[in-house]
C-alpha cells in the first residue's frame, strides 16, 4: 500500500494497513450484491491521504487466489464504482496494470468531485479514489499518476522487491 513517502506532500490520514478479507477493513467492499467479485478473495489493504485544501486521497487493494479470479471480479468492481459516480466521464490511465478503467464525476448531491480508477496487475485489483470540492475540482493528470505510482508499486512487490515507486515531489 502506498505510504508517506510515495506520496510525499500529503498529510497521512490512515494506514497502509492490510488484513485478512474477514477482518476489519473488509468495509463495504463486498456488498451483497456483488458477492462474485469476493469469491476467491485473499487480502484486503488500504492508505488514506489529504493535500490540504486540494484533495482526499484513498487507496485500496484485494488480492485473489490466482488471476482468474481477479480477472472474474474487475467488471464488478468497476461497474459497482462507477454506479456510486454522478456524470462519470471516463479518464485515461495510459498502460497501468493489465486492465484499467477510471471516471471522473461528482460524489455527492453538493457536486463534489470524485475520480476513482481502477487497475487489475496479476492477482490483485487495486483503486485510487480522490474527492475534491466542486471549486477546488481533480486534475486529471493527478488521478493517473496515482494510478500508476500504485501498479508500479504493486509490480515491484509481486517481483519480490521492496515497492519503491513514488510520485515526484
Known amino acids: 500500500m502506498p ?17 485478512t478479507m474477514e477482518g476489519d477493513l473488509t468495509g463495504s467492499l463486498c456488498p451483497q450484491k456483488e458477492k462474485q467479485a469476493c ?7 488500504t492508505s488514506r491521504f489529504k493535500e ?11 488480492t485473489y ?26 479518464l485515461d490511465l ?4 493489465e486492465q484499467r478503467q477510471a471516471a471522473l464525476g461528482t460524489g ?9 480508477a481502477q487497475v487489475r496487475l496479476c492477482t490483485g485489483i487495486m483503486w485510487v479514489s480522490v474527492d475534491a470540492s466542486r471549486q477546488t475540482g481533480i486534475d486529471a493528470a493527478l488521478v493517473k499518476d496515482h494510478a500508476t505510482v500504485f501498479a508500479a508499486q ?10 519503491a515507486a513514488a510520485l515526484d515531489s
Open 39 to 45: 469469491e476467491g478473495r485473499r487480502f484486503v489493504g
Open 108 to 116: 455527492n448531491y453538493q457536486g463534489d468531485k470524485r475520480a476513482v
Open 65 to 90: 487466489r490466482d488471476e482468474k479470479a481477479a480477472e472474474d471480479a474487475f467488471d464488478v468492481h468497476w461497474d459497482w464504482y462507477r454506479k456510486r459516480l454522478g456524470k462519470p466521464q471516463s
Open 94 to 97: 495510459g498502460r497501468a496494470g
Open 52 to 62: 490540504e485544501k486540494k484533495a482526499g486521497i484513498g487507496f485500496c487493494a484485494i
Open 154 to 163: 504493486a509490480d515491484e512487490a509481486e517481483k519480490g522487491k521492496t515497492p
Open 3 to 19: 505510504d508517506a513517502k510515495a506520496v510525499q506532500g500529503w498529510e497521512v490520514l490512515s494506514g497502509p494497513a492490510a488484513d
